[in-house]
């Protein structure tokens, strides 16, 4: 029979640690005897102080009380309400030591879920300017003494901090977004109270394209009627002759998603346009696009390296969203065939093929895990088949197809590390060499991490 063994460290207990490692969420990691305690704002390397103010039976929380020696790393952080906005939780490190905390998480779930000891993994792909990145903001909307108030919530809350300007958004929509919260206070435009369920304005959202200097304004309401709407709109689009494009989205349900079903354009077009390299993209108010366009491109073209095209390969991408990534693969491939369960992303897909007069693509709208094997059955077969899945990964029966497909390369573009690794050891299992990682900081400020993977079949397989 089992003994309960209990925590080594007791609540309200003082205690001295060294800081070994980070958490996803940007907590540093200490351990006594083992016994991993997780604290807001340490950094590795680290020796500190801590109050324990959580216990529970494999981890611990603590507070910061002390540093008795900072990490070289650590750094003040610029934003004057990082401290209470869960926006960021990287400021308070260096961008290089951003960066190496990024390329070691990445390196250990490799090898600890994964089990990948010999791949090559690149140092992460990082921004010269890693600030004002962001080309969509998309904010709640609250009151306060009487006015309105626009930011991002205080950390695990729905308290929203106001702010003025975001260091990682383009200032375009910064500015624009003070502006509308001026503009719809003067008129008496009532916030959305999620506890009484009345008021008209939710979010506020903004879209910039960074070639085109296109920008689409989006409201998210309670109501059908948006109080003072004509005004509104006249008074934002004289400010700024840069909105091509004002949508109102109406979310009448109590619930945390912030878009509702009904969405309709109340000035000028349903779409802003922008660049990644030579494609031109389409972008409606519910259209899925990369916020980063400078380090898009960057993954867009690993990914196309890593393809290895040379003009006579059928190419299937699945998760293919707005046809952001087919697109750019078509500029090379013989055929590419793409898939989305997202009916209104496959439009997209099909009107940005045909506004750049891309004629060698297919997509398909339904399941990746139910389609390409339907694919598989009617005889298509791909040299290449890339895969963009969300944060859960792929599905098995994907998985179980690409192994049965038998592609001469996989390119596996993933936004959370530790299911790209659980993936790449099922293909490695089933034929499949991982021959290199990308790391490319797409969000840098925060802890997440791009990764952009190259599998090859291997011989005799």
């Given at each position: 029979?089992?003994?309960?063994?209990?925590?080594?460290?007791?609540?309200?207990?003082?205690?001295?640690?060294?800081?070994?490692?980070?958490?996803?969420?940007?907590?540093?990691?200490?351990?006594?005897?083992?016994?991993?305690?997780?604290?807001?704002?340490?950094?590795?390397?680290?020796?500190?102080?801590?109050?324990?103010?959580?216990?529970?039976?494999?981890?611990?929380?603590?507070?910061?009380?002390?540093?008795?020696?900072?990490?070289?790393?650590?750094?003040?952080?610029?934003?004057?309400?990082?401290?209470?906005?869960?926006?960021?939780?990287?400021?308070?490190?260096?961008?290089?030591?951003?960066?190496?905390?990024?390329?070691?998480?990445?390196?250990?779930?490799?090898?600890?879920?994964?089990?990948?000891?010999?791949?090559?993994?690149?140092?992460?792909?990082?921004?010269?300017?890693?600030?004002?990145?962001?080309?969509?903001?998309?904010?709640?909307?609250?009151?306060?003494?009487?006015?309105?108030?626009?930011?991002?919530?205080?950390?695990?809350?729905?308290?929203?901090?106001?702010?003025?300007?975001?260091?990682?958004?383009?200032?375009?929509?910064?500015?624009?977004?003070?502006?509308?919260?001026?503009?719809?206070?003067?008129?008496?435009?009532?916030?959305?109270?999620?506890?009484?369920?009345?008021?008209?304005?939710?979010?506020?959202?903004?879209?910039?394209?960074?070639?085109?200097?296109?920008?689409?304004?989006?409201?998210?309401?309670?109501?059908?009627?948006?109080?003072?709407?004509?005004?509104?709109?006249?008074?934002?689009?004289?400010?700024?002759?840069?909105?091509?494009?004002?949508?109102?989205?109406?979310?009448?349900?109590?619930?945390?998603?912030?878009?509702?079903?009904?969405?309709?354009?109340?000035?000028?077009?349903?779409y802003i346009y922008d660049y990644i390299g030579d494609i031109r993209f389409a972008i409606s108010a519910r259209s899925f696009y990369q916020v980063n366009p400078t380090q898009t491109?960057?993954?867009?073209?690993?990914?196309?390296?890593?393809?290895?095209?040379?003009?006579?390969?059928?190419?299937?991408?699945?998760?293919?969203?707005?046809?952001?990534?087919?697109?750019?693969?078509?500029?090379?491939?013989?055929?590419?065939?793409?898939v989305e369960i997202v009916p209104e992303a496959i439009d997209d897909a099909n009107r940005n093929a045909q506004l750049n007069d891309i004629t060698n693509v297919e997509f398909e709208v339904g399941e990746a895990e139910k389609v390409i094997p339907n694919w598989y059955k009617k005889g298509i077969q791909a040299d290449v088949i890339v895969v963009?899945?969300?944060?859960?990964?792929?599905?098995?029966?994907?998985?179980?197809?690409?192994?049965?497909?038998?592609?001469?390369?996989?390119?596996?573009?993933?936004?959370?590390?530790?299911?790209?690794?659980?993936?790449?050891?099922?293909?490695?299992?089933?034929?499949?060499?991982?021959?290199?990682?990308?790391?490319?900081?797409?969000?840098?400020?925060?802890?997440?991490?791009?990764?952009?993977?190259?599998?090859?079949?291997?011989?005799?397989?």
């Open positions: 029979m089992s003994t309960k063994v209990a925590p080594p460290i007791q609540k309200n207990e003082y205690i001295d640690v060294v800081f070994e490692d980070l958490t996803h969420e940007g907590a540093g990691v200490a351990k006594v005897n083992g016994y991993p305690i997780f604290v807001q704002n340490g950094l590795p390397g680290e020796k500190a102080k801590v109050k324990v103010i959580k216990v529970k039976k494999n981890f611990a929380y603590g507070r910061l009380v002390e540093l008795y020696e900072e990490s070289p790393y650590r750094q003040e952080a610029p934003c004057p309400v990082y401290k209470q906005c869960g926006g960021c939780q990287l400021q308070h490190v260096s961008y290089e030591g951003q960066l190496k905390a990024k390329e070691k998480q990445v390196r250990d779930v490799m090898q600890r879920i994964g089990g990948l000891q010999d791949v090559t993994i690149h140092p992460v792909l990082g921004m010269e300017h890693p600030w004002v990145y962001r080309n969509k903001a998309q904010v709640p909307i609250g009151e306060r003494e009487g006015g309105l108030v626009a930011g991002f919530y205080r950390q695990s809350t729905h308290e929203i901090i106001d702010m003025e300007k975001c260091l990682i958004q383009a200032e375009e929509n910064d500015i624009l977004i003070q502006e509308v919260k001026q503009i719809c206070s003067r008129h008496g435009i009532r916030a959305y109270n999620e506890e009484r369920h009345n008021g008209t304005l939710r979010h506020v959202m903004a879209r910039y394209g960074e070639v085109t200097g296109d920008i689409m304004l989006v409201f998210i309401t309670r109501t059908e009627e948006l109080p003072h709407k004509q005004v509104v709109i006249e008074e934002i689009t004289a400010k700024f002759p840069n909105v091509k494009s004002i949508v109102q989205n109406v979310n009448d349900k109590r619930t945390n998603v912030i878009f509702g079903e009904n969405t309709k354009v109340i000035y000028g077009s349903e491109k960057a993954l867009y073209d690993k990914a196309l390296e890593y393809a290895g095209l040379t003009g006579k390969e059928s190419v299937i991408d699945a998760y293919c969203g707005i046809g952001t990534i087919s697109l750019f693969l078509a500029q090379k491939a013989k055929q590419v065939y793409g963009d899945p969300p944060r859960k990964g792929c599905d098995e029966a994907l998985l179980n197809t690409i192994i049965a497909m038998k592609p001469k390369r996989v390119v596996y573009v993933s936004c959370n590390p530790a299911t790209l690794a659980r993936d790449l050891r099922i293909l490695e299992d089933g034929g499949f060499k991982t021959k290199e990682i990308q790391p490319v900081d797409m969000f840098p400020q925060t802890t997440h991490v791009e990764c952009i993977s190259q599998l090859i079949l291997k011989e005799g397989n």
